[in-house]
């Protein structure tokens, strides 16, 4: 099949798009409004953006409670999402006002961060925090701004466990990282396949005849 999603003509009963961007990280989110409401959210429009300096990225679609902390307080936290914590993950995406705190609604332990003011996910095994740099509202091809607010974000401090790190590495299949697929669908990372990166063009094995 072959469709076009501006004309939303694949005819099946949910959009696959996702399905095929997929797996997608998720960020799951602590930030702290004005007012010291600590919140906590999962986004899967979630991914690093430059390595050096740690840039990373979040969209949400429209102005939610996350976006309007960050922008307010410029400080968050994502929380390393797992499969032990899948609920919790879930859970903490229930439309709570912004005066409610789904750390309290849901009996999520929090802990202190280092370096910003929102705190952790005291059971994630890893937890970037960052501070806020700027809000981008993506366009389409006619140059029309769409629903989705992009945060990015500068990671200013790598929190991780002491039991995550095997061999001076953090492992994401020993930890069951959790990803986010299409509908409904969920993804633990539970097994790893190493490659080295490819040598030099003449050093390509020869492939074929
Ligand atoms: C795994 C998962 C990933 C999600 N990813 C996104 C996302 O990338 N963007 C978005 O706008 N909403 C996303 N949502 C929905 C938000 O988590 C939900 O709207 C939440 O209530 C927002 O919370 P907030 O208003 O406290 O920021 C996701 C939900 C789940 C369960």
Known sequence: MFYEPAKKNHGLRHSPLKAIVAPRPIGWISSMSST?????????????????????MF???????????????????CNLATLDLIEEVNLSSVPAGPDQSEFELLGIESAPSSL????????????????????IRPR?????????????????????????LVDGRVDDAKLHALAR???????????????????????LPKRGG
């Not at 429009?45 to 050096?52: A, D, P, S, Y």
């Not at 969209?59 to 936290?77: H, L, W, Y």
């Not at 910003?116 to 809000?135: F, G, H, I, M, W």
Request: hydrophobic content about 35%; aromatic content about 8%; overall charge negative.
């Open 36 to 56: 010291g409401t600590v919140n906590l959210a999962p986004y899967s429009f979630f991914n690093m953006i430059c390595e050096t300096p740690p840039l990373l």
């Open 59 to 77: 969209s949400s679609n429209g102005r939610k409670d996350t976006v309007t902390n960050i922008e307010a307080t410029g400080e968050f936290v």
């Open 116 to 135: 910003v003011k929102p705190p952790r996910v005291a059971a994630s095994p890893c937890a970037l925090e960052c501070v806020y740099v700027e809000t």
């Open 140 to 164: 389409d091809k006619s140059g029309q701004e769409c629903s989705f607010h992009m945060v990015i974000g500068e990671v200013v401090g790598v929190y991780i466990a002491d039991a995550a």
């Open 181 to 203: 697929c299409g509908y409904l669908d969920y993804a633990p990372v539970d097994r790893l396949v190493e490659r080295p990166r490819p040598p030099s063009l003449d050093q």
